[in-house]
Structure formats: C-alpha cells, structure tokens
C-alpha cells in the first residue's frame, strides 16, 4: 500500500528531509498490526539518524520516527489484544531496517504496543513512549531510586529530564535539577523538583554537592563534560547514569575514588538487536507510564507541534535547543 512519509535520501542537516509516497507492506505476519498514524514525536536520536544514516540497513528511503500514535485498522490473524479501533501508541522503528513513525501508517508488532486510555490526547500519548521508557530503565531498573535519596537530573525541563524528575519524584527522592534560565526554573519546581540550579552562571556540582552532602544518582543527558564534572557531587558508592557514553574519570579520580557505579542506558538496543524480550517488557513500561499519566501523577510537558509536511522546521525547531518539553508532529 502507498502512503505518504518524510523521507531522508541522504544524510545532512534539516533540509534532507522531504515528503514523499512511500511503499508499505500490508499485510505481514500473523502477529502484526497495521496503525494509522496521528501523531509522531522527535527525539535527539531521530537528528543523530539523519545526520549518520541509520543502524540498520533497510528501505530507501529512510524513514525517522520512534515514537508514534493513532488507530488501529487491521490486525494480522492471530493478533488478540487490540482490535481493529483501538487507540494505541509505541516505541518501534526508525533506525534503519523499520519504517518509522514519520508517516502516514505503520505496521507494529502486536506486543509493542499499548492502549492508550480515555482521556489521553493523541499528542500526549505520541510523546511519551521513548522517554517513559528511557527514564523508566534508567531510574528505576539501573538505578534503582529509593525513598529518601537525593537524586540529580540534568536539563530537568528538556523532553528526558521532565519526565525523569517525576518518576524519581514519586519514588520518595529528593531531585535537584540543572536549568538555564529562571522560567525552566520554576517549570521543574513544579514538577517535583527541591533544588534547580543554573549551569550557566554557578557550580553545579558545588551546589548539588552542598545540598546533598552527596548525590546518590545522577541522570546525565548532557554529555561527557558534565558527567565528568558530575563525579564530584557524587556520595561514595552513589550510581551515576548516562545517555550519552560514560566519560573518562575527572582529574581528581572521583568515579574510582568514590566506587561510582556507571550505567550506559540505549534504549533503543532491543530494537537494534532484535531482542524480542526486552521489547515486550518495554511496551509494559509504555502501559504503566500511561496509567500514571491517566491518574494525574505523571505530566508530559508538551512543546511546538508541527504538521507532516513541516517536518524539516520541526527538526530545525529541535535542534535550536529552545524546547521546553517534547516536540510532536500532528500525521493526520
């Protein structure tokens, strides 16, 4: 079946990418389902994969997108947990070898996705997978964030760090934050934060380190120069998180000196690999973010949100650094 998509056809910057009609295989195997697409959602990796090209080999053209959402139209024959009108989003695609979530249809494993419940906006639902589930694996199953502990999450107002300050929030720690300016200051207090410090112009590890007396977990999304600075705020035997490869120890040896633990978390490993486990248990972490988000105990801090056919100024949008919270696409 055709239908339309933004397609990368060569590496590059924002202006790579274009709409275009594209072939889609349906039907496929017993298991699978077909989705119309409503609304798509970036993250950073979806600027990595259409400056680098895609992990996997697969269709030409390539097609970005984690994250996406909509309705279901057909299932394949032995599909038995969504019916064909359900409301349903996932994290599934977009790194070479599956169609991303740019386009107008996708065809989804049946356990990769989950039912999005009443009262959920599209937009919402399209912008929660990928981070609920990096978040989710980080604090929760790497870090394990107990009651009590004081926890430091970087870039607390950006599409990660939002959501991230929350779960560790209703886990009973105290979370201190890094911002850059007065207004994402407050957006994190309000979000559970206890302590918001601005990057730009103070010590955040002095800061995070007097406050504390030690950090317990830190969950860096910024990079190997503020990991490494993040060493010293760090309480001996204390776990320290990162998206983004760890970085080599500071100066001082605090990651040896203090017995750091240091955890890489890549959610989308299952995906690259093709791990079918690790992909059902992602997907019962998709169900469990979207109950807290019915019950109000989870809040997704929604940024622009572009159309289809604008999806080079939604990358570019992105890439500007000025969002606060997630960036969507509005399919159909």
């Not at 080999?57 to 970005?64: M, N, R, T």
């Not at 980080?138 to 760090?161: D, K």
């Amino acid at each position: 079946m055709k239908i339309k998509a933004a397609v990368v056809t060569e590496t590059g910057g924002p202006e790579v990418l274009r709409l275009a009609d594209v072939e889609l295989a349906w039907p496929q195997g017993p298991l699978d389902v077909l989705v119309e697409l409503r609304t798509a959602a970036l993250n950073p990796a979806d600027i990595f994969f259409r400056q680098l090209g895609g992990y996997l080999s697969g269709p030409d053209p390539f097609v970005l997108g984690h994250d996406g959402m909509g309705i279901v139209r057909e299932v394949g024959a032995a599909v038995s947990a969504v019916k064909p009108g359900d409301r349903v989003c996932f994290c599934n695609g977009g790194i070479g070898g599956v169609m991303g979530s740019y386009a107008e249809a996708s065809v989804v494993p049946e356990w990769q996705l989950a039912k999005v419940p009443a009262g959920i906006d599209d937009i919402t639902a399209a912008a929660l997978p990928l981070v609920a589930i990096t978040c989710w694996e980080s604090l929760y199953e790497r870090a394990a964030v107990q009651p009590g502990e004081h926890v430091l999450i970087h870039g607390g107002a950006g599409g990660t760090g939002h959501v991230a300050i929350q779960l560790a929030a209703l886990r009973g720690a105290r979370v201190a934050s890094t911002i850059s300016s007065p207004e994402k200051a407050r957006i994190v207090e309000d979000l559970g934060a206890a302590l918001t410090i601005n990057y730009r112009d103070r010590d955040f590890a002095a800061e995070a380190l007097n406050w504390s007396g030690g950090i317990a977990v830190a969950f860096d999304n910024a990079g190997a120069d503020v990991m490494q600075k993040t060493y010293r705020a760090m309480a001996p035997y204390g776990r320290v998180i990162t998206l983004m490869g760890i970085a080599p120890d500071d100066a001082d040896l605090n990651a040896y000196n203090l017995n750091l633990a240091l955890h890489n978390v890549m959610m989308l490993t299952p995906m690259w690999k093709g791990l079918t486990d690790r992909l059902r248990q992602q997907a019962q972490i998709m169900a469990k973010a979207l109950a807290l988000v019915a019950e109000g105990k989870l809040r997704l801090l929604l940024s622009e949100t572009f159309v289809l056919p604008d999806v080079a100024k939604a990358h570019a949008f992105l890439e500007s650094g000025k969002a606060v919270g997630k960036v969507t696409l509005k399919i159909s």
